[in-house]
């Protein structure tokens, strides 16, 4: 099976610009979560989405919002870029994710770099 | 608050000898506990997990770990180290609270295995 793909790879914008970045999770996965990894925070969750909702959410400002289209691809977009939002941003699928006392593990992506200059 | 703590920013371990890197959660309820590994510029990679049952858990690459529920540890070990597992590991616990269920990662410990 192919590997959780994201795209693209490295990323360069400018503040106040917005960014879509995109994630195709395992084949079969319908859960897909996405992380922000910086050196002073470390790994924070941003959402999770399964079969197209929103099921879990982190303490993200509203800057920043996803969706999953009905192939179980992800995209996550962050509006009105801020220095600070310069990161990996990770994404991770599953077979079903958190899903009360039934949890699989996630597979991550190799990740987006995001530099906001 | 649910939370995973990696006391260690780095651990530095002659190779073909044991290792162990440490973590310690907080949680309400039974803990779901993961190890995953990050090799540069990578994305992370799954390790092991423990949900429930044997305390010792076996998971890729010869890595193992010893949940602790009395020291509420999940300390992450192998018998003997190879340079190639020089990394960062991230120590992980599921925290499932009445508005959210999500992954809470430690900060990380870097393992370095000399030659």
């Known amino acids: 099976k192919a590997g959780v793909t994201q795209t693209p790879r490295y990323l360069i914008k400018t503040r106040g610009q917005q960014v879509t970045l995109s994630c195709s999770p395992i084949s079969g996965h319908r859960s897909v979560s996405w992380y922000q990894q910086t050196p002073g925070q470390g790994l924070q969750f941003l959402f999770e989405?399964?079969?197209?909702?929103?099921?879990n959410k982190g303490n993200f400002p509203g800057r920043f919002s996803g969706r999953q289209f009905s192939n179980s691809r992800s995209e996550m977009n962050v509006s009105t870029l801020e220095l600070g939002d310069s990161a990996l941003y990770l994404c991770a699928s599953s077979l079903v994710g958190f899903s009360g006392s039934y949890y699989n593990e996630q597979f991550f992506g190799p990740g987006t770099r995001l530099t906001v200059l | 608050a649910q939370s995973v703590a990696q006391p260690e920013d780095q651990v530095n371990v002659a190779e073909g000898n044991p290792l162990t890197v440490k973590c310690t959660y907080s949680?309400?309820?039974?803990?779901?506990l993961f190890w995953y590994v990050q090799y540069p510029n990578r994305g992370l990679q799954f390790l092991l997990k423990y949900i429930t049952g044997d305390n010792l858990v076996k998971g890729s690459y010869g890595f193992e770990a010893e949940f602790n529920k009395s020291q509420t540890s999940f300390h992450l070990k192998k018998p003997s180290a190879l340079v190639s597992d020089s990394a960062l590991y991230f120590c992980?616990?599921?925290?499932?609270?009445?508005?959210?269920?999500?992954?809470?990662f430690g900060t990380g410990t870097r393992l370095q295995v000399f030659p």
């Open positions: 989405y399964f079969s197209e909702t929103q099921r």
């Open positions: 992980a616990v599921r925290a499932l609270s009445y508005n959210t269920d999500k992954l809470i």
């Open positions: 949680v309400s309820g039974n803990p779901y």
